[in-house]
């Protein structure tokens, strides 16, 4: 069975300051791995995915994420956060291989950014 | 291109009340998913349709819920009757079903379900 974790259910950062949000994954097989944002009154927005292509992926709004596999890990980052950063962020594995692909979410990072 | 569509955005009903989400995926996405988020936990699972069946609904909490998908076009997520653990957000998602690669999921702003 696939699981995400991440750490810290609340992450405060200074506006410019470096954003570090992460996710390990369990996997028996390397997974797809998503980051979805959710802002305040809206739906989930798909940020970044890792597919095999490369390691290091880069998402919309400067966001981007390195997977490794060695840590079994998928943390997000952002150089200089900036006040409309602030929102719910989702880490999410699913299976590879044609047909369903079962998608199972972390418990999501409120990333508050203090001006 | 519109996205997922939901409806309502927000629902506040009685315990025993009956009530019937909608969403509507994007069009040509044969594929639609209906997950549930309770305050604070996990986004979970709840169904999958391809088309107008039901693949997987392993993830549904019991027999007051009921998915339909009229047509394989939208679907609705009837829940009755209403209880207090049904209370959360609901969120739909659709995709493409891509025979290979990855069949990236786009998710619809959620219905927020309070039971009193």
């Known amino acids: 069975a696939q699981s995400v974790t991440q750490l810290g259910s609340h992450v405060s950062v200074s506006e410019g300051a470096l954003v570090l949000l992460r996710c390990n994954y369990s996997?028996?097989?390397?997974?797809?791995l998503f980051w979805y944002v959710q802002y305040p009154n809206q739906g989930l927005q798909l940020l970044l995915k890792?597919?095999?292509?490369?390691?290091l992926v880069k998402g919309i709004n400067g966001f981007e994420a390195e997977f490794k596999k060695s840590e079994t890990s998928f943390h997000l980052t952002k150089p200089s956060a900036h006040m409309s950063d602030a929102a719910e962020y989702f880490c999410a594995v699913s299976n590879r291989g044609g047909g369903y692909q079962k998608v199972t979410f972390g418990t999501g990072t409120k990333l508050q950014v203090i001006p | 291109e519109a996205g997922v569509t939901q409806f309502p955005s927000h629902s506040v009903i009685e315990k025993g009340q009956t009530v019937t989400l909608r969403c509507d995926p994007i069009?040509?996405?044969?594929?639609l998913y209906w997950y549930r988020r309770v305050m604070g936990k996990e986004i979970k699972f709840l169904l999958h349709?391809?088309?107008?069946?039901?693949?997987?609904e392993s993830g549904m909490p019991n027999n007051r819920f009921l998915a339909e998908r009229t047509g394989g076009t939208y679907s609705t997520l009837k829940v009755q009757p209403a209880e207090l653990e049904d209370s959360g957000v609901y969120f739909c998602?659709?995709?493409?079903?891509?025979?290979?690669?990855?069949?990236?999921?786009?998710f619809g702003p959620g219905t927020r379900l309070t039971v009193l």
């Open positions: 069009s040509g996405h044969d594929n």
């Open positions: 349709f391809v088309k107008e069946s039901k693949q997987d």
């Open positions: 996997s028996s097989v390397p997974p797809y």
């Open positions: 998602a659709s995709s493409q079903g891509l025979a290979g690669g990855v069949d990236t999921q786009y």
């Open positions: 890792y597919t095999s292509a490369a390691t």
